[in-house]
């Protein structure tokens, strides 16, 4: 059966190359990187080159590069090492649930969080986060793009805001990094999270930029791995695939693979919308990361879109939540203003560096069949094909 994997915000497939980079670390290279003999040295070795990689990535020094489990990790590791009870801290309502729900425990230990809309477009005004600045704020974080509409926030803003009020500026880039280019000084974060599987590294590794001079409260007790930041014995082999990653990433702004990516995206959108009736790319005026899109197809149930086009072979999304048996639309999407109906109704896109052009077919060739049929079986779709014919 022909398949294409096209949920690539939710995790990419491992590249071989990461693979063949972990692959000796599985084995004969197993020592732990806090040893001080032979196997210690060659493990410390490698998670330092890594640490470089995941640097250069970034715009940062290794020495502000800690390694995490993951993007939760990090996005928590920056909200708890730094706010504390009496504290006010800013984020938005369009947040990735590892941030949001992490504020919603912040208010639980006694800190004040500010909730910034976004617009009908997905997009933070920054005035907005000016706005919410009080004299007891700490912490800024307002994530740099978004994984369900792939809105791109206006970091640089935001961090210049921050740095003015000399309030702490943490940023999620876990669906910005290697998608757009990042450079933290440039961003003026202090705080900066990524995570391994979105980049085509393994599930289970992550980092955290976190700049000089930035005191954190840790999150775990014990060793004294990552210069105190994050005690635990590092996971030697997820970090070298995240290096190989990291580089990997890197050089897809100039080996035409970020723009590969790009063309695959639009040729969905331009096919979609001039074939299909009664759809809509969301967020489809805003600055978008190039390998997402988020479509809306009226009176269709987006859950049962998703499951038709993977009996097809094509694997897809919606940023629907489903709490107590029941289906909620996408916190996302209502934050932006979009209707339950609405956002029930869209599915999002997202490539990686391994789709292709026939992957690309497959889904075209099956997406307005699917579409017909989901909509044959809507009441309200049948009655608007009455009234417009
Ligand atoms: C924007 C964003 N932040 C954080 C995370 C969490 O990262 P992880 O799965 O590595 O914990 C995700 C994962 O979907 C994400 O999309």
Same mark, same amino acid.
């Given at each position: 059966?022909?398949?294409?994997?096209?949920?690539? @915000?939710?995790?990419?497939?491992?590249?071989?190359?990461?693979?063949?980079?972990? +692959?000796?670390?599985?084995?004969?290279?197993?020592?732990?990187?806090?040893?001080?003999?032979?196997?210690?040295?060659?493990?410390?070795?490698?998670?330092?080159?890594?640490?470089?990689?995941?640097?250069?990535?970034?715009?940062?020094?290794?020495?502000?590069?800690?390694?995490?489990?993951?993007?939760?990790?990090?996005?928590?590791?920056?909200?708890?090492?730094?706010? +504390?009870?009496?504290?006010?801290?800013?984020?938005?309502?369009?947040?990735?649930?590892?941030?949001?729900?992490?504020?919603?425990?912040?208010?639980?230990?006694?800190?004040?969080?500010?909730?910034?809309?976004?617009?009908?477009?997905?997009?933070?005004? !920054?005035?907005?986060?000016?706005?919410?600045?009080?004299?007891?704020t700490k912490l800024i974080s307002i994530m740099a793009a978004n994984?369900?509409?792939?809105?791109? +926030?206006?970091?640089?803003?935001?961090?210049?805001?921050?740095?003015?009020?000399?309030?702490?500026?943490?940023?999620?880039?876990?669906?910005?990094?290697?998608?757009?280019?990042?450079?933290?000084?440039?961003?003026?974060?202090?705080?900066?999270?990524?995570?391994?599987?979105?980049?085509?590294?393994? +599930?289970?590794?992550?980092?955290?930029?976190?700049?000089?001079?930035?005191?954190?409260?840790?999150?775990?007790?014990?060793?004294?791995?990552?210069?105190?930041?994050?005690?635990?014995?590092? @996971?030697?082999?997820?970090?070298?695939?995240?290096?190989?990653?990291?580089?990997?990433?890197?050089?897809?702004?100039?080996?035409?693979?970020?723009?590969?990516?790009?063309?695959?995206?639009?040729?969905?959108?331009?096919?979609?919308?001039?074939?299909?009736?009664?759809?809509?790319?969301?967020?489809?005026?805003?600055?978008?990361?190039? @390998?997402?899109?988020?479509?809306?197809?009226?009176?269709?149930?987006?859950?049962a879109m998703v499951i038709a086009l993977d009996l097809k072979g094509?694997?897809?999304?919606?940023?629907?939540?489903?709490?107590?048996?029941?289906?909620?639309?996408?916190?996302?999407?209502?934050?932006?203003?979009?209707?339950?109906?609405?956002?029930?109704?869209?599915?999002?896109?997202?490539?990686?560096?391994?789709?292709?052009?026939?992957?690309?077919?497959?889904?075209?060739?099956?997406? !307005?069949?699917?579409?017909?049929?989901?909509?044959?079986?809507?009441?309200?779709? @049948?009655?608007?094909?009455?009234?417009?014919?």
């Amino acid at each position: 059966m022909r398949r294409a994997y096209l949920d690539n @915000n939710a995790t990419t497939p491992v590249l071989p190359e990461v693979l063949a980079a972990m +692959q000796p670390f599985f084995l004969e290279e197993f020592g732990n990187a806090s040893s001080i003999h032979h196997h210690g040295q060659h493990t410390r070795a490698a998670v330092e080159r890594a640490r470089e990689n995941v640097a250069e990535l970034l715009g940062a020094r290794s020495s502000e590069i800690v390694f995490t489990s993951g993007g939760t990790e990090a996005d928590n590791l920056a909200l708890f090492g730094l706010a +504390q009870s009496g504290d006010h801290v800013i984020t938005s309502t369009i947040e990735h649930h590892a941030v949001l729900n992490a504020c919603k425990r912040l208010e639980q230990i006694g800190c004040g969080v500010s909730y910034v809309p976004a617009d009908r477009q997905g997009i933070v005004d !920054p005035d907005e986060v000016r706005r919410a600045l009080r004299p007891n704020t700490k912490l800024i974080s307002i994530m740099a793009a978004n994984n369900e509409t792939g809105v791109v +926030q206006r970091i640089a803003e935001i961090g210049r805001i921050a740095a003015e009020a000399d309030v702490y500026f943490h940023t999620d880039a876990v669906q910005a990094a290697g998608k757009i280019p990042i450079h933290v000084a440039e961003w003026k974060c202090d705080l900066l999270s990524i995570s391994g599987h979105k980049i085509h590294a393994p +599930q289970g590794i992550g980092a955290l930029y976190v700049r000089k001079g930035t005191l954190l409260q840790p999150l775990f007790y014990g060793g004294r791995h990552e210069r105190s930041r994050r005690a635990g014995t590092e @996971n030697v082999p997820g970090i070298v695939g995240l290096g190989k990653a990291a580089e990997i990433a890197l050089n897809g702004f100039s080996d035409g693979s970020v723009a590969r990516t790009a063309e695959l995206r639009d040729r969905i959108e331009t096919f979609a919308t001039e074939t299909i009736e009664w759809i809509g790319v969301n967020s489809g005026g805003a600055l978008r990361v190039p @390998n997402t899109t988020n479509i809306y197809f009226e009176c269709v149930e987006g859950e049962a879109m998703v499951i038709a086009l993977d009996l097809k072979g094509v694997a897809v999304s919606t940023g629907a939540a489903c709490s107590s048996g029941a289906i909620e639309p996408s916190h996302v999407l209502t934050a932006m203003g979009l209707s339950g109906d609405r956002a029930r109704a869209s599915i999002r896109f997202s490539l990686g560096k391994q789709n292709t052009n026939e992957e690309v077919d497959l889904l075209l060739e099956i997406l !307005p069949e699917v579409v017909n049929r989901l909509r044959e079986l809507s009441p309200v779709y @049948n009655k608007k094909t009455v009234v417009s014919g």
